[in-house]
């Protein structure tokens, strides 16, 4: 269907960069009248970079968006909505205080002598929400009802503003299954009516189940548009975390590790992860995969503390200790360098020099100050052993580079000595020769008899450093790999649940 | 060392230029404003004047320079000092001697400020609301205190810390300055004003460090609260009495704008206590240009708020940039290159 038809949208060589960073790279996406089109990638692959310079939100620096045979260059999400393209965003844009007719005609009521005519509006509301399959009460404010149902009142408001395209991000992450059914038939009427439907998410099984076509970023590039009716959830997890599936040989060195640093049973939060055992022993890296929301952050977290366990026991080499929070896992010699690194990570107007003493003062309390020269000493040292770039130590933290950052803060830790380093996304958006640098570093760090546990998706990255790897998905172990196990493939089969290659 | 005390001094160059300005103002209106006399064993004159009278906001201003600092706000402090000056008052009264009563108020004054801290830290209630219990009720519970009435006392002891005189300089100057020196010492001889510093920027991120940001939190409102009290007992001492209606009357608004004119920001993070005394010093300064210039008391206010509205917008960003590509488009000059800046934040 899709060949014989001119496509709505058409994007040519879509770039847009920042400062230092090229966020989208000659993007091309077309959308045919009638599909949805899922729009898959990592956090920061560029998703919501291509969908702002879609839709005005940002200027692109380069490249064509043609509509209906004609070239667009909204400048507002206004200008966008007028000329066809409507989004949808996860958290709700609407105004719930105010009526669900309110919310479907703001700005464009119907108008009796002068005044808005109420009668008409929910007579109006009530017949186009029926289109959507809802019978809901359009008198009663839009808060009355569940988050789906005011989802699909946004989609209505926004299908009828702009008509042609639209844009859903991420409609389902705060849905139950019954309210994904609610939106997925709502979906599939608007399809049916000939629009076409760009659908972002993190659900690969939402993906499969309503999208006809998929498009992968990564890193701000495409790299590849599938037709789903011939691609296996494989093909798709390939094609957003590996590079390529050529399994590489490592030279690994043999996992002959330590003793049993910290042993944890039945660990877990309800709500956030499924109680799950987890043994990491001295000299050891064990690293953790799956998509993002598959549970790798919550279980760094829930391990160091920063969100507390309410089941199962942690044993630090065989006691029992306790984990409630950032504060005690520092003194049992944790340390996390977390994902989001600037919101979680470092003191952004602090200096370099304060923020790499930070965790060791936090540890040492306030009344026992670090002398200067130690100081000085520490923050060196650090500086020279992870080659961080700098013009002073007394800069503010904030305007080092994302790689530079990230190896202060890797020093922020390393001061503390830990005995468990658990890294989260360590590699995330740090340029190519940090990124070497780092991977180096977590290796150096094994040899030296540490133990480690790494978050990551980057698959490669992950198979390179890690003796053990351990499989998420629904947040929950699904699967642990080690030794010749661990290739970039086995770990792919395992996201996408599906038979295992047979070990090389 | 010497390139400490030089960041020091830069940090308080402007309130040090804004101060000399106001100083050169009551000079312009009043002459004799700088002669200082000795007289019956006490200095007098219109400066020594402006530091004890700017004592209470002065106090006020080092525990509030914490709190903001920690990203909070602690609007109960004018209602602490009406606390502190009630129970002071009464324990005089009741024939205590002024070690207890001076005792009482700052304990009082402590159990104040940590329940705003429980409140911030613990309950995680937002501080502007937090404070604001304690502001409204504050003064209902100095009425209780004082039973509705003005509370006399003759405690000479008392007394003195607000009237008195130590080798001829009046009390309240001495226990203002030593206050400050002694919280300014306490923050940077110890690591704490790093880590409250940390706190304010960027909380989440100190708390995955490791801080205890809930002690920390609560201890700043306890010095908070603590120094509201001691304001408290100064001002009850001074008029031999304590006024639960009136004692700290809207100073804590001068306690944010002090701490404000030091160029701390309300958003918290950096901070400096000596420049935040500094922003007190010029406040009080404002009020003594106005009496000194015998304009009629109808205009008070609102000269104040010309001359306050004139150093917040020197200060504020715009005309901090508008100044700066000024001096840029004058005459070039060879900048350095910028390093940073690889990558930017997603």
Redesign the interface.
Known sequence: MASVTDPVLECRGISKF????I?LDAVDLTLYPGEVHALLGEN?AGKSTLIKCLTGAYRRDAGTIVLNNQEISPNSTQDSQKLGIGTVYQEVNLLPNLTVAENLFLGRQPMWHGFISQRKMMKMARDLLAEFGLSVNPAEPLSAYSVAVQQVVAIARAVELSGKVLILDEPTASLDRDEVELVFSVIEKLKARGLAIVFITHFLDQVFEISDRATVLRNGRVVGTRRLADASQTDIVTLMLGRQLEDRIHDRAPSVTGDKLIELTNFGKRGMITPFDLTIRKGEVVGLAGLLGSGRTETAELI?G?VQADQGDARLEGKKISIR???E???HRFA?C?EDR?????????SVR?NII??L??????????PKAKVNELAEAYVKALDI???SLDMPIR??????QQKALLA?WLATNPALLILDEPTR???VGAHAEIIALIEKLREDGMALLVASSELEELVAYSTRVIVLRDRRQVCELAGDEITTSNIVAAIADEPMAEAV | MTAHVHNTFRRITPQLIILAAVLLLNFMVFPDFFRIEFQNGRLFGNLIDVLNRGAPTALLCIGMTLVIATRGIDLSVGAVMAIAGAVAASLAVDGHGWQVALTGALAVGALCGMWNGVLVAVLRIQPIVATLVLMVAGRGIAQLVTEGTILTFLDPGLIHLGAGTILGIPTPILIWIALGLAVTAAVRKTALGMLIEAIGINESSSRLAGINSRVLIISVYLISGVCAALAGVIVAADIKGADANNAGLWLELDAILAVVIGGNSLLGGRFSIVASLLGALIIQSVNSVILLSGMPPEFNLIIKALIIIAILVIQSPTVKHALYILRASAEPQPSEPIKEAKESPQ
Request: proline share 8%; charged share 20%.
């Open positions: 920042f400062p230092g960073a966020a920061g160091f920063a929070n950032p504060r896992a520092v003194a996390l977390p600037k919101s979680d990570g470092i003191v952004g107007d602090l304060e930070l965790a003062q936090a540890r040492q309390g306030w009344f026992r100050p670090l770039r700098l013009a305007l080092l580079s994302g790689g530079n922020r958006g740090i340029d």
